[in-house]
């Protein structure tokens, strides 16, 4: 006879009928980022993860047939990014390794025994790519016989014309360098500088060595842009706060930001545009890498949430005119670059052209700067992000999805075609394309009254009058939206993909776009008492799980909910003040209590100066109500993690033992944040699978 605990295992884990495929086959995509086009014949470049081997791929027109360009095997966690082609788009330089989110040490989440460095490569579109520094963010000269580039905060520079060329620091200056844009004609250098408490814009002189700083002032000068004729730069400054603190609602700001114009001969500078007092004078900045595009006609492009909603205006250089762009509503834009005549600018909204919005995909717009006028690039049921013009006038080429195909590399044509896929052959035949399930847009009520948007997957085997067990899951962030399909954020299409395979094993999932994510203008995403202010976001975990336990198809016992980072942060919230409703959570990398985690991301935090922010955001913690905490409960999380600390985990492991609460643990020895390896995703997720198994049981219990 089997011991108990045997034979509780070998139920638990038994795969319930429902199960049509796996993990590692739901996530044998390849995932598409860091899309970029040349300058010439219609060429665009990406790169893919392709089971954690990243890979950069081109296309050339008219054909736009994809190509490896490197050839990476190994799921080592080394990361691509940062591509940038020479003007005669003959080859692309780009950065491999190091940690591009948080800037931090070289992560080496593989374990490799050898060192990782975080190096410049130029990769030619015929020959073998070359190492041409350690460093990143390459910034090729319009010339293309030169890079600039960082290294350790500072301004370095490489020759492209000579083969065995050594790197030379460029510039000794105080700060740390950020922003880096070349001069139209490549004779100068701009650059934000990061002192701190402030931030500068520099302009450095390549021929006489001569460094500058534009309009200089105690508030923060961000993202410093060029006017055409290189004699101009517009920045974005961003008054002076010295409150140290993160994670609670800025719906305004005690002083505007406002647009700068710097006149670089003189170094003297004036404000061309300031926001209005109340809504949109806080700077809430665009996903994308240029906050500003210089139009024609001598017009600066910029985000406003004049409306509560992050939108495009455009201000005249000359006379200072304001001019929104686009259709009035309630959409936000999320991305913007400037089309190569200058005249337009591609743009990924929730706007849709048939009814006005789309709240929860994202399509592709162009806006004509000198009318206003919108022109839909895409519609319908996919999701469409990351645009760049094709060089030779033929179309658009794009980032999609929708809710059976993952992200991919796709272009449309100037008819408005469908778009056309780069590398069909990126997507392997194990993928399950065809046994996914369509989720389906729900609104739920939150505890508090709040309305949310949520996502529902109901399991393809479900019969009337069944009971099954339940999920809800929490997106991390806390600025991110769970969309009706494939992610255009490798994390989150990665979950998205680990909510199909729940509902396949038989669980009823509710995905919770909850408060103070984006999506649904500034007043949602700067909820009152949002995070270390209060927690108002676990009104939504409660109301998610009152909306699962009111389904006639779900059984009000068998209710869990998992999600990473932010979202691991309400699901240990979920467990530890609604464990009767909760009978089982996981938790990837959640905070556990703010006062830690708000130090990580702003240094000058100090709990003991500032005793009832504190206090509220101890109480607006996990840890706070550990006393309650009943449920088990799985933790995952890497010890190298830049973003939540892995002391997060730490004081809750010693706080549940203390509290007697059931508890597992993965752990993965030297992995990030974001897991960088794709065996990592898989283990994690089949683990997750097997605790829900464990404690809430499969399909038809």
């Not at 272009?411 to 990126?426: C, H, T």
Request: charged share 20%; hydrophobic share 40%; glycine share 10%.
């Amino acid at each position: 006879m089997l011991p108990k605990l045997a034979i509780l295992f070998s139920f638990a884990f038994a795969a319930p009928a429902a199960q049509q495929f796996t993990v590692e086959q739901v996530l044998s995509y390849s995932f598409p980022t860091d899309l970029t086009a040349g300058p010439h014949r219609g060429v665009v470049a990406w790169v893919l993860n392709e089971h954690g081997a990243r890979n950069i791929w081109v296309a050339e027109g008219p054909s736009l047939k994809g190509r490896r360009l490197t050839s990476f095997t190994a799921d080592d966690g080394q990361e691509i990014a940062e591509l940038e082609w020479l003007p005669d788009a003959s080859g692309l330089v780009y950065t491999r390794g190091g940690d591009f989110e948080t800037g931090r040490d070289n992560p080496n989440p593989a374990s490799l025994t050898e060192a990782v460095e975080q190096a410049i490569w130029l990769g030619p579109l015929t020959g073998t790519p070359r190492k041409l520094s350690e460093g990143s963010v390459p910034r090729i000269s319009p010339h293309g016989d030169r890079v600039v580039f960082l290294k350790a905060g500072q301004i370095w520079s490489i020759s492209l014309a000579e083969k065995d060329a050594k790197p030379e620091q460029l510039i000794h200056a105080k700060g740390s360098a950020s922003s880096v844009v070349w001069s139209p004609d490549g004779t100068r250098i701009a650059f934000e500088s990061n002192r701190g408490d402030h931030s500068l814009i520099g302009v450095y002189e390549c021929a006489s060595k001569k460094l500058v700083y534009l309009d200089a002032s105690v508030d923060h000068d961000l993202g410093p842009v060029w006017s055409p004729d290189g004699k101009s730069i517009a920045a974005i400054r961003v008054p002076a706060y010295t409150r140290a603190f993160m994670f609670g609602p800025e719906r305004s700001a005690a002083t505007p930001w406002s647009i700068r114009l710097m006149d670089v001969a003189s170094t003297a500078g004036r404000a061309l545009w300031t926001a209005e007092p109340g809504q949109g004078s806080a700077f809430h900045p665009l996903a994308s890498e240029s906050q500003l595009l210089w139009a024609a006609g001598d017009r600066i492009v910029f985000p406003w949430e004049k409306t509560g909603f992050v939108q495009l205006y455009s201000v005249s250089a000359v006379s200072g005119d304001v001019k929104h762009l686009g259709p009035a509503g309630n959409y936000e834009v999320e991305n913007a670059t400037l089309s190569a005549d200058r005249q337009s600018i591609l743009t990924s909204s929730n706007w849709v052209e048939s009814d006005g919005n789309d709240t929860d995909r994202r399509h592709l717009q162009r806006l004509f700067v000198a009318t206003g006028e919108v022109k839909a690039v895409t519609k319908g049921a996919g999701i469409e992000w990351s645009p760049v013009e094709l060089s030779d006038g033929n179309g658009v080429a794009m980032l999609c999805s929708d809710w059976r195909t993952p992200a991919h590399a796709a272009a449309v044509s100037k008819d408005g075609a469908s778009p056309s896929d780069l590398a069909p052959e990126a997507l392997p035949p194990s993928f399950p394309k065809g046994k996914l399930i369509e989720p389906k847009p729900v609104m739920l009520t939150a505890a508090d009254g709040l309305p949310i948007h949520a996502q529902l997957f109901l399991p393809p085997d479900l019969k009337p009058g069944e009971k099954r067990p339940a999920l809800a899951f929490f997106h991390g962030g806390s600025r991110r939206q769970m969309l009706l399909g494939f992610h255009y954020m490798d994390y989150y299409h990665n979950a998205y993909a680990m909510n199909q395979y729940l509902a396949s094993l038989g669980y009823v999932v509710i995905a919770v776009n909850y408060r103070s994510g984006i999506g649904y203008g500034l007043d949602f995403r700067e909820a009152l008492n949002y995070g270390a202010t209060g927690a108002s976001e676990f009104n939504d975990v409660l109301g998610a799980g009152l909306y699962l336990k009111s389904r006639p198809e779900v059984d009000p016992k068998r209710i869990g909910l998992w999600g990473g980072s932010y979202g691991g942060y309400l699901t240990a919230l979920g467990l530890a003040r609604a464990s009767d409703l909760f009978a089982a959570g996981v938790d990837f990398h959640g905070v556990h209590d703010w006062n830690n985690v708000i130090r990580n991301f702003v240094s000058a935090y100090d709990p003991s100066k500032d005793a009832n922010a504190a206090r509220v955001a101890f109480e607006s913690s996990p840890m706070s109500s550990i006393s309650t905490w009943r449920s088990p409960v799985l933790l995952i999380h890497g010890d190298d993690d830049r973003n939540v600390p892995f002391h997060e985990t730490v004081i809750l492991v010693e706080a549940l033992r203390k509290q007697g609460v059931p508890f597992e643990q993965l752990i993965f020895p030297d992995e990030i944040h974001g897991f960088l390896t794709e065996r990592r995703w898989i283990d994690a997720y089949e683990a997750t699978a097997k605790f829900f198994g464990a404690h809430l049981g499969g399909a038809g219990r």
